[in-house]
């Protein structure tokens, strides 16, 4: 069970980290067009807490990818921190996420192989170190393992911690670079709920170091915790708060 009041106190700021213009993406086949997401307009504060709900199907997965730059609009456009995403080559928006953007993963993803500090030390490796020296890399590794109060577990396998662990790891590794943005596609989906809170507890504070935390989710009970928030159902925005976006219809989102 998640506690609104645990959050209440997050304000949004003024200024957008990310402005979301139009966008629509189509998939062309052979036999037929299918619209995933449908003029979707909204910005995303800096260092909000900013929630994207919808049931399966509404198109969550597919504007995460618009927002990584994974993937790109049909129409529109997608501006983060006065950049926009489209308009470069497919290196470097692979170089731009490594430094812009840290991805949390429902189901952890960490390498079974590597301890926790292994795992984050090798996101700074494959990020280029956000802009640190490599012989700090280390430091970095194990300040981002306490950050999310697991440093005494630095030389533990995946297989050694439980899954709430294991997602703070994950989270650990998402700061290595020390990008502006994490983005969480269900981050606590496949977590009990005593774990669930702690582990959303633990990214929404992040807010406070100066993040702005993403965070996709079809529970609207979890969604009414961000501070920010859009509503998808059908590829399309029905409701939002905080987001400045435009809303093709009112509806009511059920998960």
Not at 193 to 220: C, E, M, R
Request: aromatic share 6%; proline share 4%.
């Amino acid at each position: 069970m998640f506690h609104a009041h645990t959050y209440d106190h997050y304000q949004v700021p003024a200024s957008p980290l990310i402005q979301v213009e139009h966008l629509t993406r189509i998939i062309t086949t052979r036999m037929q067009k299918t619209m995933l997401l449908n003029d979707i307009t909204f910005t995303v504060p800096t260092q909000s807490l900013f929630a994207i709900n919808g049931p399966s199907g509404s198109g969550k997965s597919t504007l995460l990818n618009m927002l990584t730059g994974i993937d790109r609009p049909t129409e529109g456009r997608v501006i983060f921190a006065d950049q926009e995403l489209k308009a470069q080559g497919e290196n470097v928006l692979a170089r731009w996420r490594g430094r812009n953007v840290g991805i949390i993963f429902q189901f952890f993803q960490l390498i079974p192989t590597l301890t926790a500090f292994e795992n984050v030390l090798l996101a700074l490796e494959l990020g280029g170190g956000g802009g640190l020296r490599r012989k700090d890399w280390r430091e970095r590794a194990l300040t981002c393992l306490d950050m999310v109060a697991l440093s005494s577990f630095a030389h533990r396998l995946p297989a050694e911690l439980s899954g709430g662990q294991q997602q703070r790891v994950a989270i650990a590794r998402a700061l290595a670079n020390d990008p502006p943005a994490l983005i969480a596609d269900e981050p606590t989906g496949n977590l009990d709920s005593a774990t669930a809170n702690s582990v959303f507890t633990t990214l929404a504070n992040l807010t406070h170091q100066g993040k702005t935390v993403i965070y996709v989710t079809h529970d609207p009970q979890l969604a009414s915790l961000a501070s920010a928030r859009i509503d998808l159902l059908d590829g399309q925005i029905v409701n939002e708060h905080g987001a400045n976006a435009i809303i093709t219809s009112r509806r009511e989102v059920h998960s």
